[in-house]
């Protein structure tokens, strides 16, 4: 089992730039594929990035060369580099972990969430 804390979340300027952090508990974080959603003010929940145990990564075509996301297994942490961040990026950010590969909301484990605010 992962428990997982988000933080970074704040309010920014279109065109500016964000890092949330996920921080994982437990010792087996390196084996758990880690992913970012968001979910804005009246809207489902929508896959942002994910990264592979191995590194590999994929995005959603909203943030693709916008945003960036790695993992520091050393630290138990998965980030989320956001730049030239717009108004529509605005919602509440989660961070998952499943043993899965997965781009649905299907993970096990969720963090509580960081909300972003981007004003234009």
């Known amino acids: 089992q992962v428990q997982l804390v988000e933080s970074g979340g704040g309010l920014v300027q279109a065109g500016g730039s964000l890092r949330l952090s996920c921080g994982a508990s437990?010792?087996?974080?390196?084996?758990?594929?880690m992913a970012w959603f968001r979910q804005a003010p009246g809207k489902e929940r929508e896959f942002v990035a994910r990264?592979?145990?191995?590194?590999?990564?994929s995005y959603a075509d909203s943030v693709k060369g916008r945003f960036t996301i790695s993992r520091d297994n050393v630290k138990n942490t998965v980030y989320l580099q956001m730049n030239s961040l717009k108004s529509e990026d605005t919602a509440v950010y989660y961070c998952?972990?499943?043993?899965?590969?997965?781009?649905?909301?299907?993970?096990?484990?969720w963090g509580q969430g960081t909300q972003v605010t981007v004003s234009s």
């Open positions: 998952a972990a499943d043993a899965r590969y997965l781009t649905s909301d299907e993970y096990n484990y």
């Open positions: 990264i592979s145990r191995s590194g590999i990564t």
């Open positions: 437990g010792r087996t974080f390196s084996s758990y594929h």
